[in-house]
């Protein structure tokens, strides 16, 4: 699996942040051997390390990036929930 140029940047800013390679590849959810390329400058050598406040959470990463992506859906549906909740209730108020 290629990564993007952001994702490059993004692995390059987590090898200056100090993140093990192998926590990077987990994250990513690729073969140990392309955050090595990257760290070596064989893939993407003119790409710009993002900087430290556009970074994940250091790892290590138990599932991925999935695991984040499906957090993160998981919390906006809760949000859309309880919205809808709270208008059901405002209509579903009893008569006195």
């Known amino acids: 699996m290629a990564l993007s140029e952001?994702?490059?940047?993004?692995?390059?800013?987590?090898?200056?942040?100090?993140?093990?390679?192998?926590?990077?590849?987990?994250?990513?959810g690729i073969n140990g051997g392309r955050i090595a390329e990257i760290s070596t400058g064989q893939t993407g050598g003119t790409v710009t390390a993002s900087p430290a406040d556009d970074l994940p959470p250091a790892g290590p990463y138990m599932a991925g990036r999935s695991a984040l992506r499906a957090r993160d859906t998981l919390v906006a549906?809760?949000?859309l929930i309880d919205g809808?909740?709270?208008?059901?209730?405002?209509?579903?108020?009893?008569k006195d």
């Open 6 to 28: 952001g994702e490059i940047a993004t692995v390059k800013g987590m090898l200056v942040r100090g993140d093990k390679q192998h926590d990077i590849a987990a994250y990513f």
């Open 77 to 79: 549906l809760r949000e």
């Open 84 to 94: 809808a909740i709270g208008d059901i209730d405002l209509y579903e108020k009893p």
